[in-house]
């Protein structure tokens, strides 16, 4: 991790002074992460450079993280190389003088705005080096930069997320360090990097003069103090390790879906839950399971269903019910509400005993996250084991993704999702297992149906034929 | 002196009143374990053992454990005046609740002995009372006790019958573990003489007859002994000579038989009772008529004195006419015997209106092989370690015999249709539709009804009533349809595993519920999934300048052991596969219940390739495996078989460039700036020196990481460039193969090779002698070679494969990797004398321990699915695997 200043105001080895550093000398200090150099490449009249390079120890940085210690990409990662979060606390502790301003030998210099170029070799961007002009662009630097290639001997593999940035402009010192302070780590925005409650008071302080103005200044501020849990290893991470393949792919069961309704954020979502609940009241229904509950959103509207007796929230991942377990603050509820809801985890690739016996299911947003090759084994779990007097589920239309803009041809709307079903597709599947198992299915729409393409989402209502 | 006999397992439930010597009298007969008192639960629950008050509260515990003893199997004697008749009837609902036998023993002693007692006791204070009203309750109890349900009642009267008893515990009638076979156990007969005189024949019986030519008895020259799964009568031509064969046979030692639902209704018909006719009841009665009534007086009490169900060969085997779940082997009571004469119903009702069967089989997880009948079904299918033998034979089916312990089915075909059933069998088959059996039951039998048999239950309680009794047809639909249903319980929670090779194996519950997650959302088919390699072990890390792992120790380590022989295997960079492949597509579905030919999945069980991809690859191993003539060789029509899948880059793509690749990246941005800079600094005098060379070197170590993991990386195309190195023969039908050499394992990899060196690549490999000096010099100079020419390692293994040391299972091999391989795991530095030297002291102690569990595991996986397990005792296996997987490891290990 590594930056140059540059500037070519002369006598340019003022520069020394501003920053406190004597150009003749190297200076290291030790950190916590590692070592922090200073050194002059060049200091003439015309022209003086400051090197920033820091020296991460790899070894000690996970040694005594007992925490954190088990997962592979703590020890092979971009962090000695990459210009983030780790060298931006550098730069803060070793220019800490010269980032307030302050210069005893040549007040009237720091106060002044001078020519500087800064050189970030590899600075790591998550969104591209068109996020860089928009960050720096507004605050007069000349922005250019230049993506890094991934790997040239696999071309195809195309761009690395790190961009070799070059900086020029008229500033004052203290603003330059200020302004890189803040935005190499909302630049990195990775997942090493979690901020201290005191971190807001140094955003105001770092920010002063020039973040108030900026015209990025939400999402500047959004990813700087964004709460990132510290990286622990969970042990489905440590399964996804195991496959070599990465932990968000398998640990996913509260991953986001593609932003599909960006007009109205969750409007699909509420409707959907609407629907559920009227054919779940027009079905009678006072024992309910709602199969895959995720973090428990119908499970909350459950709730508030008094009709509604018993309600069992049901998912195969834990984190899933843990935070259901927090959405629902179930640790407070009263003993009277407490009773009337649990959470278990099960899998409806399995048989489950203790799911039989319920008024109804509601297998919401469930189906099309079951490899097709299972779903015979769910069919088995739903409509065999746990053979509830009502069965609903609902799953995308597949035929009214053509109208999110958002997605992109061919994709799908959650990265989980192993298929999305046309309506002809939902309706053979079914009939086949209503057939099967002995009950009568009808088919609503959900959310405002499209005349071409049908409802955004579909939903099947089972009813077992002896009631 | 009097024997006072007792059943096994029963409910002993001592009455008498205060000072009758109760307590005496069962501390002479029973364990002090096996007696629960009133009084000392008493003072468990209020530390009081004369507080009344608390009577309630310590009865409830009293019941709670002695129905854990209950549930268990054991003896249980309730110590209690039990003068009442509430609590004796609670108890007796116990019994019953845990299907076994209630008994009363009564102490009728004088007052006069039970007040002096009392009176000599300092902490009994009651009064002369309270003993008298006792003794009234007690004379009111001795007249209804034989009615309230207990099955014998021995009633002591006089300090000298007390003093003469002694106790004879009896085995229950269908206590038969001491006979241990070996068995020939047959389907329901009904009526088909000349088809069970076929099958005795073909079963190597030596069928006598009478003077009138008629079968009277058969016998096994071997003295083989055949078990009747009941339904002998009704509906066939000749119920009477198959009943005068089948008691022949009983009477002289030749045969056992289990009541079938429709010898009891037959009993109840020769009694004069009111019972429908149909499914041919009429046939039998009009057959019967022409007999005899000695005859018929015979075949009545032999039918009414027909047990329920018996426990064979230690109680390895249970045979009941429509099968038993296993909470309920060896025992008695109402609902056991209707369980056992007609299964049982879900208590739903499909689209006929008709009862839904309990699909008791799908569920079973019990070790005793239970053998029934009841239903038919047009051929034979183990569920579970359960098998029907109703193979419909009156319906034009076939009569089928199962010879136990070889678990081999003999059959014979009907020698017509004797009896049209209302819809024909169906053929069966996974693929065919799933559907709970319909039962038309337009009468229900009575499962209640008085037997005779002294340990069987008398149905007092209506134990069954809430059975419909379904009486199978041949209209019936199977009850099997899906034997691979997995049960939550198979996994989930605390469990522990026993392993032949490892003993017992704990997964935790959060070990657990990882594995289901990644199970459940991400594996493959449960049925194709035999196995999921362990983890291996790196060996002992080296002291070598430069170097963390060197072969030295594994010899080292190995010699230590006592292994001499060990064979180094080139370790292939790629990705951990299993390829499991069927012969044929009928094949897969005949041993798997799937279609397809088979898997190729990964270390956490997901698949590598997409179905119709899978598909052709197995098509190409299939035909591989043909060619290299190894499907006769094994005699089997699938093939386990470990291996690597290369590219590493097919499977890790994603991650090599998430994660490697961007390190590479980073680093070659930026080092070589940082070398100039430095380098003009240095030109200017700056001292950066020693900052110069280290970033220099570190410039160095990351393009050789680079270098490091594109050796891993080619592009493929669908299957192009895939390329599979086997190195081990896992399973085939009927055989593990962990005892042959691994030589024999590459011999047979070579084959494969042989046969398409274009998808199958070979696995170069050297024998060492661990305590030959040239020979281990010869292993590391072979390691060197590997590993500069850039190899990811070495695999050292003991050369005869499963090895035993003196402390158990010895590692089954230890990974030696490559200098250059292992920056991909330790990152681009690790090599600094300052990295390295930290390195060192990684701790192999816990990763160790996980590959011998998971080996064994493994092991015991594919055991049982080569001896054909049920598929949840091999998923029990697979599933802790995965479990275990989740264990926080160093993951560079």
Same mark, same amino acid.
């Given at each position: ?13 003022? /520069? ?9 000398? $190297?200076?290291?200090?030790?950190? $916590? ?10 200091? *003439? ?67 002044? #705005? ?119 290893? +969970? ?40 629907? =559920? ?64 809801? +649990? ?125 | ?81 039990? &003068? ?7 108890? =007796? ?16 002693? #004088? ?13 009994? *204070? ?10 009234? *309750? ?92 009941? *339904? ?78 018996? =426990? ?276 897969? /579905? ?61 499977? @890790? ?54 270098? @490091? ?38 011999? &047979?990899?070579?084959?494969? &090779? ?33 590993? +500069? ?53 990684? +701790? ?43 264990? #926080? ?5």
């Amino acid at each position: 991790m590594f930056l140059t200043l540059t500037t070519d105001q002369p006598p340019a080895t003022d /520069l020394g002074f501003l920053l406190h550093k004597h150009p003749q000398r $190297a200076q290291s200090f030790t950190l $916590a992460s590692g070592t922090a150099h200073v050194f002059y490449p060049r200091a *003439d009249a015309d022209e003086c450079t400051a090197a920033l390079l820091l020296e991460v120890d790899p070894v000690g940085l996970v040694r005594g993280r007992r925490d954190s210690a088990f997962a592979l990409g703590q020890y092979v990662n971009d962090r000695p190389y990459a210009a983030g979060s780790l060298l931006a606390v550098a730069l803060g502790a070793v220019f800490r003088t010269a980032l307030k301003g302050r210069c005893d030998a040549r007040p009237d210099l720091a106060a002044r #705005p001078i020519p500087l170029r800064v050189r970030i070799p590899a600075l790591p961007c998550h969104g591209g080096p068109d996020l860089v002009a928009r960050l720096f662009g507004p605050l007069g630097w000349r922005v250019a930069a230049t993506p890094v290639p991934l790997d040239p001997v696999f071309p195809e593999w195309g761009a690395a997320p790190y961009l070799d940035v070059r900086l020029s402009g008229r500033a004052l010192l203290s603003d330059a360090l200020k302004q890189l302070y803040v935005l190499l780590p909302v630049l990195d925005n990775a997942k090493h990097y979690w901020v201290a409650e005191d971190e807001v008071a140094k955003l105001l302080r770092a920010g002063e003069g020039w973040l108030a103005g900026h015209p990025e200044r939400e999402l500047i501020t959004a990813r700087y103090l964004v709460h990132r849990r510290p990286y622990v290893a +969970s042990a489905l991470a440590r399964l996804a390790e195991a496959d070599e393949v990465a932990a968000d792919e398998l640990d996913n069961s509260l991953a986001d879906a593609v932003a599909t309704d960006q007009a109205q954020p969750g409007a699909l979502a509420l409707a959907r839950r609407q629907r =559920v609940l009227a054919v779940l009241r027009e079905a009678g229904a006072r024992r309910v399971l709602d199969l895959g509950c995720g973090s428990g959103a119908l499970l909350a509207d459950l709730l508030a269903e008094p009709a509604v007796t018993e309600i069992v929230g049901v998912d195969v991942a834990a984190r899933a019910l843990a935070a259901a377990e927090r959405r629902l603050r179930l640790d407070r509820m009263s003993e009277r509400q407490r009773a009337r809801i +649990s959470l278990r985890q099960s899998a409806l690739t399995y048989l489950d005993p203790a799911l039989a016996g319920y008024d109804a299911a509601v297998l919401m947003e469930v189906v099309e996250h079951v490899d097709p090759g299972r779903l015979p084994a769910l069919e088995r779990a739903v409509f065999h084991g746990a053979r509830p007097g009502t069965v609903v589920v609902t799953t995308p239309n597949a035929e009214y993704n053509v109208r999110f803009p958002a997605l992109g041809p061919n994709r799908l709307r959650h990265p989980d999702h192993r298929f999305e079903w046309t309506r002809e597709q939902f309706r053979a599947w079914a009939g086949a297992v209503a057939e099967r198992r002995g009950y009568r299915v009808r088919h609503l729409p959900v959310g405002q149906p499209d005349p071409e393409v049908g409802a955004p989402t579909q939903l099947a209502v089972f009813t077992r034929k002896d009631g | 002196m009097a024997e006072l006999s007792i059943p096994d397992m029963s409910l002993v439930v001592l009455v008498g009143v205060s000072g009758s010597g109760k307590s005496t009298f069962a501390g002479r007969h029973f364990a002090p374990t096996q007696v629960l008192s009133s009084d000392f639960f008493r003072g468990l629950v209020a530390d009081d053992v004369n507080d009344q008050s608390a009577s309630a509260e310590a009865f409830d515990a009293l019941h709670h454990v002695a129905g854990k003893r209950l549930a268990a199997g054991r003896i249980t004697v309730v110590d209690a005046t039990n &003068v009442q008749r509430e609590p004796r009837a609670a108890l =007796v609902r116990l019994a019953r609740q845990h299907h076994v036998l209630p008994v009363a023993i009564v102490l009728d002693l #004088p007052e006069s002995v039970c007040l002096a007692r009392t009176a000599a006791r300092p902490d009994r *204070d009651f009064g002369a009372h309270v003993i008298r009203r006792q003794r009234a *309750d007690l004379r009111r109890a001795l007249k209804s006790l034989s009615k309230e349900g207990f099955r014998r009642v021995h009633v002591l009267r006089g300090q000298d019958e007390v003093d003469a008893a002694s106790i004879v515990v009896e085995p229950l009638l269908n206590d038969r573990r001491a006979q241990t076979g070996p068995f020939d156990v047959i389907g329901d007969v009904h009526g088909c003489l000349a088809e069970l005189v076929d099958l005795l024949a073909a079963l190597g019986y030596v069928v006598e007859r009478d003077e009138r030519g008629r079968a009277v008895d058969a016998h096994h020259p071997l003295g083989r002994t055949v078990v009747f799964v009941g *339904d002998l009568v009704d509906r066939g031509p000749d119920t009477p000579g198959v009943l005068r064969l089948a008691m022949g046979m009983v009477e002289r030692g030749h045969a056992l038989v289990v009541c079938g639902n429709h010898e009891q209704k037959l009993v109840k018909a020769l009694r004069g009772r009111d019972v429908s006719t149909g499914h041919g009841l009429a046939e039998s009665l009009g057959q019967l008529a022409g007999e005899p009534p000695e005859f018929r007086a015979r075949v009545e009490e032999f039918c009414d004195q027909l047990v329920s169900h018996y =426990v064979l060969d230690g109680g390895r085997l249970v045979v009941a006419h429509a099968g038993l779940p296993e909470r309920y082997h060896g025992r008695a009571s109402g609902r056991v015997r209707a369980f056992a004469l007609f299964g049982d119903t879900t208590g739903e009702t499909d689209e006929y209106g008709l009862p839904v069967r309990y699909p008791w089989a799908t569920e079973y997880r019990g070790s005793a092989t239970v053998l029934y009948g009841h239903t038919p079904t047009p051929e034979v299918e183990w569920v579970n370690n359960t098998l029907c033998l109703d193979t419909g034979c009156v319906f034009g089916g076939k009569l089928t015999a199962l010879r136990y312990p070889e678990r081999e089915v003999v059959s014979v075909p009907a020698r017509r249709t004797w009896y049209e059933p209302v819809r024909p069998l169906l053929p069966t088959g996974p693929a065919a539709a799933p559907a709970p059996a319909a039962h038309p039951a337009p009468n229900s039998p009575d499962p209640t009804a008085a037997e005779t048999d002294g340990a069987e239950p008398d149905g007092a309680e209506p134990d069954g009533a809430e059975t419909d009794g379904g009486e199978p047809d041949g209209a019936d639909r199977t009850p099997r349809g899906e034997p691979d249903l997995l049960m939550l319980a198979d996994v989930a929670g605390r469990r522990t595993v026993l392993t032949e090779h490892h003993g017992r194996i704990t997964v935790r519950a959060d070990q657990a519920a990882a594995a289901l997650e990644v199970m459940s959302r991400f594996a493959i088919d449960p049925r194709w999934l035999l196995y999921l390699p362990p983890t291996m072990a790196p060996t002992a890390t080296s002291a070598l300048a430069g170097l963390l792992e060197h072969p030295a120790e594994a010899f080292g380590d190995y010699q230590a052991a006592g292994v001499r022989r060990v064979v180094c295997q080139e370790k292939h960079m790629g990705s951990r596969a299993v390829v499991l492949v069927c012969r044929d597509s009928s094949a897969a /579905l005949a041993r798997f219940g799937v279609e397809g030919h088979g898997a190729v999945h990964t270390r956490t069980g997901r698949a590598f390739f997409e179905p119709e991809l899978t598909e052709r690859l197995l098509t190409r191993v299939g035909e591989a495996v043909t060619s290299a003539g190894l499907w006769d060789e094994l005699g089997t029509s699938w093939l386990l078989v470990d291996a690597e899948l290369m590219p590493w880059s097919a499977k @890790a793509g994603q991650l090599i460039r998430d994660q490697y690749a961007r390190v590479g990246a980073a680093a070659a941005a930026v080092l070589p700036v940082a070398e100039r800079e430095l380098a003009a600094a240095l030109a200017r005098g700056v001292p950066v020196a020693d900052l110069l060379d280290r970033v220099t070197r570190r410039a160095a170590d990351a393009e050789a990481f680079r270098a @490091a993991y594109r050796r891993y990386c080619w592009p493929t195309r669908g299957l192009d460039g895939v390329r599979i190195a086997p190195f081990q023969v896992l399973a085939s039908q009927g055989s593990t193969h962990h005892h042959r050499p691994h030589t024999w394992h590459l011999a &047979v990899a070579e084959r494969l &090779v042989a046969a398409d060196p274009e998808l199958f690549a070979p696995t170069r490999s050297l024998a060492v002698d661990t305590a030959d000096a040239d020979s281990v010099a010869a292993g590391v100079r072979w390691w060197e070679e590997l590993t +500069s020419a850039g190899g990811e390692g070495v695999v050292v293994k003991p050369e005869a494969n499963l090895t035993r040391g003196g402390r158990g299972l010895v590692q089954p091999g230890v990974k030696v990797r490559g200098r250059e391989y292992l920056r991909i795991v330790y990152g681009p530095d690790y090599t600094a004398p300052e990295h390295l030297s930290r390195l060192r002291q990684r +701790s192999l102690g816990g990763k160790r321990s996980l590959a011998l569990r998971e080996y064994a595991l493994g092991l015991e996986g594919l055991a049982r699915a080569a001896r054909g397990e049920p598929l949840w005792r091999v998923h029990e296996c697979v599933f802790a695997v995965l479990a275990l997987e989740s264990e #926080p490891v160093d993951p560079r290990l």
